[in-house]
């Protein structure tokens, strides 16, 4: 594993990985994150509350999720990590049947992170590859993620109408 570390901005992130990501303590989601700390998957910008439920889903697709810290490099508040994910979908989440299928997703990610706590991330989109290796058809893996987006969308626009 190399790293580059030259302070504690990597430890909220450590933390993101082992502890929310891995072990499933959402719990723990306000001592990692600032309230409204937006997140972001290539296209995609989710309210922190949103990329929770997202993970939450996966975690009950794949209960044996393990994310693993590849490479770690700390700038400055900015915190760039290379990331693995290993796990079994042999659980429901997200519309998903239970494939049995193993997957192995890696990726980047950089976080921002202020007094301790990330207070921006912004990460690839993983939701192409992984749909694949739960061998969702490229049709159905399509209507999936527009019904997705569509469906974050028009909550924010309706929120925005409310508040």
């Known amino acids: 594993m190399s790293q580059h570390i030259s302070g504690q901005n990597h430890l909220p992130v450590r933390q993101l990985y082992e502890d929310l990501f891995t072990r499933g303590s959402y719990e723990l989601t306000g001592q990692v994150f600032h309230s409204g700390c937006p997140v972001h998957f290539g296209n995609r910008h989710l309210k922190l509350e949103e990329a929770v439920d997202e993970g939450k889903g996966w975690r009950s697709a ?40 193993p997957f192995l997703l890696r990726g980047n990610s950089r976080f921002l992170v202020v007094d301790g706590k990330i207070a921006e991330a912004w990460n690839e989109e993983y939701r192409p590859e992984l749909l694949r290796q739960l061998g969702v058809s490229g049709p159905k893996a399509f209507m999936m993620l527009f019904t997705l987006n569509l469906w974050s969308m028009l909550k924010g626009f309706i929120v925005s109408l409310i508040s």
């Open 62 to 101: 794949a209960p044996n999720l393990v994310m693993t810290v590849d490479q770690i490099r700390e700038t400055g508040n900015m915190v760039y990590v290379s990331w693995s994910a290993r796990g079994t979908h042999t659980g429901e989440g997200h519309g998903l049947r239970p494939s049995r299928r």
